[in-house]
């Protein structure tokens, strides 16, 4: 018998993700040195761990024979604290992906529908994919969100919204004020995930308020990670704003343990890493202006990004990344996407843009 026939067809509809290629992978396959590959494929922090998490780590290490404390007192605790907001608000996630696959687990069901943006986040599609429910994709508007296409996409089914902001792949703002009038317009019982995975990035006038969106929308849910700008990619852990009503109904799907003891004690301190945070800013715009540079002396067009990474076209994007793995530099594909003349890197030191630079470079010649 054909064991996956015993899957609902929604599930063996779904197209699986397809993750940067780890350093260790592309080393095997090439047989190249782990040490002589750039890998700026997964929008990670280039600086590495903070300092103050790695503290944290080593004293964490002697408690790991214990469960984590399921309940996240201490990061909740610290993430109410810089918002503003209660604990009860706060929703921890093993990652920030974990926190749209429990949105969606917690409030979608078999013929609910859910919009997002073409080439927005390739998740959406996969978390919503897993319930039954049904996607409605918003053709794109210059590569970013259409909300008011979006808005008119919504339907009676349709119980959820995803809105990445800054976008992945394609590194798309929404200015804060259509942003509150996107929120303005958008049904009371329809739910909205604002995903803001890139917002320590912005500039400060760039970022919305999400407090105050959030004491006047209760269908919002602003979702926020730890491994981006927090540099602590491996250690999975993200968190959700939104209102305790939501909160305590996705803690009911929520596995007791989500979020792991080290996950936990790094995330807390990486809170209040002021240092290492404006050193990722600065090090990501330094990154982007190189990369950019580079883009326009070589004439290939590109995506202006407010994120950690920039998506840029060429002739044939398959033949070009095939070259790069080659020369032991590692970006994205976005073929998944459909945006098959593109590639997105991601800024890395001043060292592996410049790598990645001359190989590309020397692609084109
Ligand atoms: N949202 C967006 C827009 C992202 O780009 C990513 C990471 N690629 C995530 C969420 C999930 O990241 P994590 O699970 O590491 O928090």
């Known amino acids: 018998m054909n064991l996956a026939e015993l899957?609902?067809?929604?599930?063996?509809?779904?197209?699986?993700?397809?993750?940067?290629?780890?350093?260790?992978?592309l080393a095997r396959e090439m047989g190249l040195d782990e040490a002589a590959i750039v890998k700026l494929a997964s929008n990670e922090n280039p600086l590495g761990l903070p300092p103050k998490a790695r503290a944290a780590l080593e004293a964490a290490v002697s408690e790991l024979s214990r469960y984590p404390d399921g309940n996240g007192f201490e990061l909740k605790?610290?993430?109410?604290?810089?918002?503003?907001?209660?604990?009860?608000?706060?929703?921890?996630?093993?990652?920030?992906?974990d926190i749209l696959e429990l949105v969606a687990r917690t409030f979608l069901r078999p013929g609910d529908s859910v919009v997002f943006s073409e080439y927005a986040f390739a998740v959406y599609p996969?978390?919503?994919?897993a319930t039954g429910a049904r996607c409605i994709e918003v053709k794109a508007r210059d590569y970013g969100h259409d909300l008011d296409a979006m808005l008119a996409a919504i339907e009676p089914s349709t119980r959820l919204v995803f809105v990445a902001n800054p976008n992945n792949p394609t590194g798309t703002l929404?200015?804060?004020?259509?942003?509150?009038?996107?929120l303005e317009a958008v049904p009371a019982q329809v739910l909205v995930v604002l995903d803001e995975a890139y917002t320590e990035y912005l500039a400060l006038e760039l970022r919305a308020d999400i407090v105050g969106f959030l004491s006047r929308f209760p269908?919002?849910?602003?979702?926020?990670t730890f491994s981006?700008?927090?540099?602590?990619?491996?250690?999975?852990?993200?968190?959700?704003?939104a209102s305790s009503e939501i909160v305590a109904m996705v803690n009911r799907v929520r596995q007791p343990f989500n979020v792991n003891a080290l996950a936990q004690a790094a995330a807390t301190a990486a809170l209040v890493d002021d240092d290492f945070l404006a050193r990722a800013v600065a090090v990501n715009k330094e990154g982007m202006a190189q990369l950019t540079e580079a883009f326009v002396r070589l004439g290939l067009p590109y995506i202006p990004s407010f994120?950690?990474?920039?998506?840029?076209?060429?002739?044939?994007?398959?033949?070009?990344?095939?070259?790069?793995?080659?020369?032991?530099?590692?970006?994205r594909s976005?073929?998944?996407?459909?945006?098959?003349?593109?590639?997105?890197?991601?800024?890395?030191?001043?060292?592996?843009?410049?790598?990645?630079?001359?190989?590309?470079?020397?692609?084109?010649?």
């Open 174 to 182: 929404i200015k804060p004020g259509a942003l509150l009038e996107f």
């Open 219 to 224: 269908n919002l849910i602003v979702s926020r």
């Open 307 to 331: 994120a950690n990474f920039v998506t840029f076209h060429v002739a044939d994007a398959a033949a070009l990344n095939a070259y790069l793995l080659r020369h032991g530099v590692i970006v």
């Open 126 to 129: 996969l978390v919503t994919q």
């Open 334 to 365: 976005l073929a998944p996407y459909n945006m098959k003349n593109s590639l997105r890197v991601s800024i890395g030191l001043p060292q592996e843009n410049a790598r990645f630079i001359e190989v590309l470079e020397s692609a084109l010649l």
């Open 228 to 241: 981006k700008a927090y540099g602590l990619a491996g250690l999975r852990v993200g968190f959700a704003l």
């Open 7 to 25: 899957a609902p067809d929604y599930i063996r509809a779904i197209a699986p993700y397809q993750a940067g290629k780890p350093i260790s992978e």
């Open 77 to 97: 605790a610290a993430i109410a604290a810089k918002f503003g907001m209660n604990q009860e608000q706060v929703l921890l996630g093993n990652g920030s992906n």
